[in-house]
């Protein structure tokens, strides 16, 4: 969602904020906006739209001088995307400027309480009240007034603040919403996300919840609640700023789905020592283990897609019942969760403020939370009793891909090991699967040669109106991720559907030339699947079929066309299947002219309820 960017140093600052805000660009945005500090005022500029036009504007920042500046990428949740409601918000008075991520809950109190006292505002945004707030406490001292002005806000909030007649100096704080700060050669920098400041430093600072951090030209200081000095851990980002660049590939969707082999590799090949699942990075007893009385799997989007995959096989590996909720819905339907519940939350950002609060709840139920999180030291890795992390690296399109194929990977060795502990495998089983998940980098290499043929299949179809997919079991747990995956980034309609599901209402919309995907891996109900395909093509329905090798000769039968993936043991089907599924949307995506990495709106992380 939103960004910030803020530097102080001895460069100009306006170019280094537009090439923060342009790595931040991924995130999904509707505005930006910078405010440079010349020495005698700020200079406060916004625009509308991409990030071309606020760049244009100011010449690519040469048009604005200054060393001390904030800037701004803008999701809009307060107000339409327009010039007034773009960030930086900026008081009356003209002394403070304000850069916000997250939602002030009390706006509208704290914006009575201003208009009351004579405060005229400007915008419609809840960040407007941050600005005037900190400017009606202002008495000289910037972090004195943030401070005073943080005690009387609720929400969530990640800050870059300014003012008029300071003109070496950002204060940053957080609650709920991602900030780093960072140091380097040639000046200091605050940020939503390390991406916009890798190209000058790889050590960084995680900012906690209720931290200030107080930039000037001599460095960062950084204080507690109570606005005691306090010293924080330096982290390194051992990942290259060419992970978060699209080395030579169009788009980085694609890219990403071409890393998939490698980064599946990295989280399963170092998890695997001497024919075990070692997972030392968490720390479940076995009599836990043994004591569980259910598994919640928590999660949105395609990382609670992962979540319906994981049931079946989790279920089906350890004799556990596993729940699958997405977190929107958790917090409100009275979860039954106690000291004998596994709540395991899976996110990519680790910022998604859903599985935040369900995280949340769970443990004030009782439950011990299990994340599954790619985002190191975001918020719900911190905020878990165990994390494992996915090894994809920096993702930057907005539709997920190689995040959703590691956390499938993990969700494997996670059922793989709990079930060797609860002993509802036996060796040779354990065995047997260790070797297959071991194939999987390999044969997803092996499709993605293929990808010529799923490209002229996406030149067949992209002029579609409506798509539908669908599947049993594991297969219907894809079904839902490649719907989702289609009609993020094409815009053209599309619904998932259990296979059996379809004839009780949906295949109304069955007509001549309707585009029926059917993903039939799963070789147990491939008959079943084979009866629903039928149903269908009865109906005139176009089908595009997804198989296995062993699958082809029944499902070829019954097909217009064709997608075969190699056979796999079925627990990992959705590793293989999924990737024709990620090229499909894509192509039918870039035969259609989207804009692909960055979806109409959508945001990368949504870090608002
Ligand atoms: O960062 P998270 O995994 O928590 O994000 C969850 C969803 O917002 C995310 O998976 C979303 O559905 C993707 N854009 C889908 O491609």
């Given at each position: ?51 071309q ?17 904030i ?10 995307p ?9 008081s ?25 006292r ?27 007034a ?20 300071q003109?070496?100096k950002?204060?940053g704080v ?52 109570f ?10 980002v051992?990942?290259d700023?060419?992970s978060?660049?699209?080395g ?23 998890r ?9 990075e ?6 836990f283990?043994k ?15 992962v979540?319906?995959v994981?049931?079946?096989?989790i279920?089906?590996?350890t ?14 339907c ?9 709540v ?22 009782g ?18 009793d ?9 993702e ?24 060797d502990?609860?002993g509802?495998i036996d ?13 999987i ?5 092996s ?9 002229y299949?996406a ?18 747990a894809l ?26 209402g ?7 030339g ?9 070789q ?8 629903n395909?039928?149903?269908?093509k ?38 293989l299947?999924?990737?024709p599924?990620?090229?499909?949307a ?20 949504v870090?608002?309820?």
């Open positions: 969602m939103c960004g910030i960017v803020g530097y102080i140093g001895s460069e100009q600052a306006a170019p280094i904020l537009l090439e923060g805000l342009k790595m931040l660009e991924y995130r999904g945005y509707d505005s930006a906006g910078v405010s440079v500090h010349d020495g005698c005022r700020l200079n406060v500029i916004k625009a509308k739209g991409r990030l036009a606020l760049s244009d504007m100011i010449d690519g920042g040469k048009a604005v001088c200054g060393a001390c500046g800037g701004h990428t803008r999701w809009a949740t307060h107000g339409k327009s010039d007034e409601n773009s960030h930086p918000q900026v009356n008075s003209g002394n403070i400027a304000v850069v916000h991520n997250g939602i002030i809950e009390n706006y509208l109190q704290l914006k009575d309480f201003l208009s009351s004579g405060v005229k505002f400007h915008s419609e945004t809840d960040t407007e009240v941050v600005a005037q707030l900190v400017d009606y406490y202002y008495e000289g001292d910037l972090l004195k943030v401070h005073k002005a943080i005690d009387r806000i609720e929400g969530s909030y990640a800050l870059g603040i300014m003012a008029a007649d003109p070496d950002i204060v957080r609650k709920d919403s991602p900030l780093i700060v960072a140091c380097s050669e040639n000046g200091n920098f605050l940020a939503s996300d390390v991406t916009a400041v890798l190209k000058h430093t790889r050590d960084v600072i995680y900012l906690d919840d209720g931290n200030y951090a107080v930039l000037s030209l001599k460095g960062v200081e950084i204080y507690d609640s606005l005691r000095p306090i010293d924080k851990k330096i982290s390194h051992d990942w700023i060419s978060a660049e699209k030579g590939y169009e788009h980085f969707m694609f890219k990403e789905i071409m890393e998939q082999p490698e980064v599946i590799r990295k989280t399963i090949a170092p695997i020592r001497n024919k075990k699942i070692v997972l030392d968490i720390n479940l007893s076995s009599d283990i004591s569980l009385s259910k598994i919640y799997i928590v999660a949105c989007g395609s990382s609670y897609h979540g319906m994981a049931k079946y096989n279920e089906k590996l004799r556990k019942p596993v729940e699958v909720a997405l977190a929107s819905e958790f917090r409100y009275s979860p039954i969760v106690d000291n004998k519940t596994l395991v939350c899976i996110s990519q950002s680790g910022t998604t403020a859903d599985t935040i609060a369900a995280l949340r709840e769970a443990k004030r139920l439950g011990r939370v299990l994340s599954i999180v790619n985002v190191v030291g975001s918020t719900i890795a911190k905020e878990s165990d994390v494992i992390y996915t090894w994809a690296g920096p930057i399109a907005v539709a997920t891909t190689k995040a959703y194929s590691t956390q499938l990977a993990v969700t494997y060795l996670l059922g793989i090991y709990l079930a502990c609860l509802t060796k040779d089983e354990y065995e047997r699967f260790l070797n297959e998940i071991m194939t980098p390999d044969k997803v290499e499709i993605l040669k293929g990808k010529g043929h799923i490209q299949l030149s067949l179809y992209f002029n579609n109106q409506d798509i539908f997919f669908i599947g049993r079991n594991i297969d219907y079904s839902l991720e490649g719907s989702l995956k289609l009609k993020e980034i094409s815009y053209i309609h599309s619904e998932a559907y259990a296979a059996g599901e379809l004839k009780h949906t295949i109304s919309l069955v007509e001549d309707t585009l029926v995907i059917a993903v039939a891996t799963y147990k109900l491939l008959e079943k699947t084979i009866s395909i039928v149903e269908v009865a109906r005139d329905a176009q089908v595009l079929s997804l198989t296995t090798e062993s699958g082809k000769p029944l499902v070829g039968q019954v097909s217009d066309n064709m997608i075969v993936i190699p056979d796999i043991d079925e627990l990992f089907l959705p590793s299947a999924v990737v599924l990620q090229l499909f894509y192509y039918v995506a870039l035969m259609r002219g989207c804009d692909i990495d960055k979806p109409r709106n959508l945001a990368k992380s870090t608002v309820e």
